[in-house]
């Protein structure tokens, strides 16, 4: 069974940046038919892709976060991490990590972590 | 792609068949995703693929549609069934979700 499990803080300050590690057990992030994502949750602005990692390190991020993200997979704890600089109060919200299939296309999101809440205030 | 949801919330009785609609702001051939998720908990994959059910979801769900307009339906509603569901493009990045709609107990 597949488990995603999200660590980080639950508050950051205005300008700072935001670092988040989601640990896989139960399968691989060596898989060859998945990517590393991460999506954001906020009241107002719904869900958010903000972008995904391949083992390969290969990365796609959401154009409207692009300037600021850096998602990265390390192999040798089964793990993928989230940066997210010069953080606002518009970033508030909770962030989940999950696994996308791609098998003749993409055919969505199939394991989610538990989502962490993340607030940005002074 | 801008996705949109209709009705953005619905209130059903246990027995009843609901049926919430995804348009999708330019064709997306069948690559639409519906998920459901309950308060505090991570959204969970229903339908792949407009029509594909996940391994493990009830038979009384069912997704259709192709190009703009999708549907997801639930054919007898049941009490584990009240929660939020939410459509996602995957045709062209960046992937997009819609508002969601939310199923509750009328």
Known sequence: QVQLQVSGPGLVRPSETLSLTCTVSGASVRSPTHYWSWIRQSPGKGLEWIGYVYYTGSTNYNPSLKSRVTISVDLSTNQFSLNLSSMTTADTAVYFCARDLFSSGWKGLDSWGQGTLVTVSP | IQM??????VSASVGDRVTITCRASQGISTWLVWYQQKPGEAPKLLVSTASSLQSGVPSRFSGGGSGTDFTLTISSLQPEDFATYFC????????????G???DIK
């Open chain 2, 4 to 9: 949109t949801q209709s009705p953005s919330s």
């Open chain 2, 88 to 99: 996602q493009q995957t045709n062209m990045f960046p992937f997009t979700f819609g508002p």
């Open chain 2, 101 to 103: 709609t939310k199923v």
